[in-house]
C-alpha cells in the first residue's frame, strides 16, 4: 500500500511563504501525477496544483503566479512552494499521488491521499 507523508504546514503571516513536501513509499513502481488539495472549514476539497511526471503542471486560478509545484521523480516526492500567502489559502492541505506500485511479479494502479496539513495564515 502506497502511503503519503506531507510536511511543512504551520503558521504565517499575509505575504509570508511556506513550503510543503510530500514522500510517496511503500512499493511505489512509477509516479504519474502528484498533486495538493486543500479544504477550508465549511467548504469542499479543492484542487490547488497538480504536476504530471513530465513536468506538466495545473493550478488553481487563485494561486496562480503564487503557487509552484516541483516533483522529484528519484525520490517520490512532490513539493509545494507557496509565496506571498493570503488569509484566504488557510486550510488543510492534502497530498494527492496517482500511479503504479509493485504488485507481485508486476504492478497495479494505486491512488493514494496524504493525511493533510495544516496551513494557518493570520496576522
Known amino acids: 500500500q502506497v502511503q503519503l507523508v506531507e510536511s511543512g504546514g504551520g503558521l504565517v503571516q499575509p505575504g509570508g511563504s511556506l513550503r510543503l513536501s510530500c514522500a510517496a513509499s511503500?512499493?511505489?513502481?512509477?509516479?504519474?501525477?502528484m498533486g495538493w488539495y486543500r479544504q477550508a472549514p465549511g467548504k469542499q476539497r479543492e484542487l490547488v496544483a497538480a504536476?504530471?511526471?513530465?513536468?506538466?503542471?495545473n493550478y488553481a486560478d487563485s494561486v496562480k503566479g503564487r503557487f509552484t509545484i516541483s516533483l522529484d521523480n528519484a525520490k517520490n516526492t512532490v513539493n509545494l512552494q507557496m509565496n506571498s500567502l493570503k488569509l484566504e489559502d488557510t486550510a488543510v492541505y492534502y497530498c494527492?499521488?496517482?500511479?503504479?506500485?509493485?504488485?507481485?511479479?508486476?504492478?497495479?494502479?494505486?491512488?493514494?491521499w496524504g493525511q493533510g496539513t495544516q496551513v494557518t495564515v493570520s496576522s
Open positions: 504536476i504530471i511526471s513530465g513536468g506538466r503542471t
Open positions: 511503500g512499493g511505489v513502481f512509477s509516479i504519474n501525477t
Open positions: 494527492n499521488a496517482h500511479g503504479l506500485q509493485y504488485y507481485g511479479i508486476g504492478s497495479t494502479d494505486f491512488a493514494s
